[in-house]
């Protein structure tokens, strides 16, 4: 899916939506999450090419690969978590979407406590007199 593609299908769907929402405030709430999800799902061959070629780049340079999949979970969770707070953001619960976010960013920190750990270990290590 190009992003020719993808503005079209928003557009079409914004439209549609706009359409229906005063006869059908629940149905363009569907519609609106449903084309969401279509749009990420249309999407999940690039990120498996991103994510295959940042796996080799990691065996190259001989990085340990828990590091990277630790990276990438936390990518994931931030664009989860983003995804959710729209979607109740669309649904007009912002106080729900506010919590997803915040429950994004523990997570993201406490997938990053490993990684944080290394590096400051690292730099402990090449700074004289450690």
Known sequence: MDIIQVVG????????????????PLFAFLLATFVGV??????????SKVIRLLE???????????YLETI??????????????????????????????LAGKILIMVMAIPIITV???TIMQLLPGS
Do not use: C
Not at 74 to 100: C, L, M, V
């Open 72 to 101: 990438l979970k936390i990518i994931g969770i931030a664009y989860i978590a983003e995804f959710g707070a729209q979607i109740t953001r669309d649904a007009g619960q912002s106080s729900i979407a506010a919590k997803i976010e």
């Open 9 to 24: 299908i928003g557009l079409i769907t914004a439209v549609l939506v706009i359409t229906i929402k005063e006869q059908q």
């Open 119 to 121: 590096l400051v270990e």
């Open 38 to 47: 279509a749009i990420f799902l249309g999407l999940i061959g690039e990120i």
């Open 56 to 66: 080799n780049i990691a065996n190259k340079a001989n990085i340990q690969i828990v």
